[in-house]
């Protein structure tokens, strides 16, 4: 699967949905996601209603790029445009970042709200890899679209016969991801 194949599926698929685009850049990161930032002179038509028109774009992408080079799995793509997903992305980790500030003054685990597979995962890294947060650990808990982060320190200290429930975070900024 080449770059050029799938700026040609994806410019393709803008075009047929009347969408205006003028380029797309492909970035590949270390961690095997493949980013392609769609240049276009309304970015506002292709992010749609709380980033509805990108989501359901990169799904599309997904699974035609997987169907037409027979993938056993999806690649990991994220279409962005206009630094949404960017944008997105570092709003998380300052969220995640002040919930770490409360889990130290408290001790306390903390909950952040449901959020997508995609988001838990930048969280998840992001508090893995940041020296600043190396006291910290993450856990997905829950099930389906209620499925969330707990974050907690390494060395958690436990009282006998106590059992220890996350404080459930409130308007904590997550409530309009949109991944």
Not at 24 to 46: C, F, K, L
Not at 74 to 84: H, N, V
Not at 142 to 157: A, L, P, S
Request: glycine share 6%; proline share 4%; hydrophobic share 35%.
């Amino acid at each position: 699967m080449t770059d050029d194949r799938m700026k040609d599926i994806l410019g393709a698929l803008l075009t047929h949905l009347g969408l205006e685009w003028k380029g797309i850049a492909v970035t590949h990161e270390q961690d095997g996601v493949i980013r392609m930032d769609i240049d276009s002179p309304h970015p506002s038509r292709i992010i749609g209603w709380h980033g509805e028109t990108l989501n359901a774009l990169q799904h599309l992408l997904k699974s035609m790029l997987r169907t037409l080079e027979k993938l056993e799995r999806s690649p990991f793509i994220i279409l962005d445009t206009d630094g949404y997903r960017k944008m997105q992305e570092e709003k998380v980790c300052k969220i995640a970042e002040q919930k770490a500030d409360f889990v130290r003054r408290t001790g306390s685990r903390i909950a952040l709200a449901p959020m997508s597979p995609y988001f838990r995962r930048i969280v998840h890294l992001y508090v893995a890899n940041n020296p600043a947060l190396k006291d910290l650990t993450t856990e997905s808990v829950g099930e389906g679209d209620y499925r969330q982060i707990v974050m907690r320190m390494k060395e958690e200290k436990h009282r006998a016969g106590e059992e220890l429930s996350p404080v459930i975070s409130q308007d904590d900024g997550l409530e309009n991801l949109d991944v």
